[in-house]
């Protein structure tokens, strides 16, 4: 049975499917999918911790399930603007922990993982596959990988057609 190393960008995944969908993600039914015939070496979920109880019930939720959920301070700016994103962790922890998968399973639409695709590849021999909101993942990212799994349909809440 193959190993899979999941890591799972919250903000995007969250962002992206309320965007193009109008609906949340089903994290069960995506844990479900990405694990399916798979051992699972690690699963982490990288969040933003804006500190309210809603998010903690969902961070609770996310561990429920099998996530080791790591959390980041949100940053308000002085200009107004946010900072909060997890792109060098998951790359770090990506190159750190894929020594031990199969395969990588990395859930974002983001772009600025195509190079990390890429090099897990290249180093380590091992297959990457993205799931991602179809209308929000980068072109870059889905040629890079070796399956792109969209995160539409019976992935989400509310879908009927389960």
């Known amino acids: ?30 844990w479900a999918r990405a694990t399916e015939g798979r051992r699972v070496s690690r699963a982490i979920a990288y969040a933003i911790d804006r500190g309210d109880e809603k998010q903690r019930q969902f961070q609770n939720i996310l561990r429920a399930i099998g996530f080791e959920v790591k959390l ?6 002085a200009d107004g603007s946010a900072k909060g994103d997890w792109d060098v962790g998951i790359t770090l922890d990506a190159i750190d922990h894929a020594v031990d998968a199969d ?24 297959e990457v596959e993205v799931f991602g909101v179809p209308a929000y993942t980068a072109d870059a990212l889905i040629r890079a990988a070796d399956r792109f799994v969209p995160v539409e349909g019976a992935l989400l809440m509310g879908c009927a057609n389960r």
Do not use: C
């Not at 049975?1 to 949340?24: C, E, F, K, W």
């Not at 993982?113 to 590849?121: I, K, N, Q, S, T």
């Open 72 to 77: 980041k301070p949100f940053i308000r700016r």
């Open 103 to 126: 395969v990588v399973v990395l859930i974002s639409g983001d772009g600025d993982f195509a190079p990390l695709v890429d090099r897990l590849r290249e180093r380590f021999g091992i």
């Open 1 to 30: 049975m193959p190993t899979a190393l999941i890591l799972l960008d919250v903000q995007n995944l969250y962002y992206t499917s309320r965007q193009a969908h109008g609906r949340n993600v089903d994290y069960n039914a995506l």
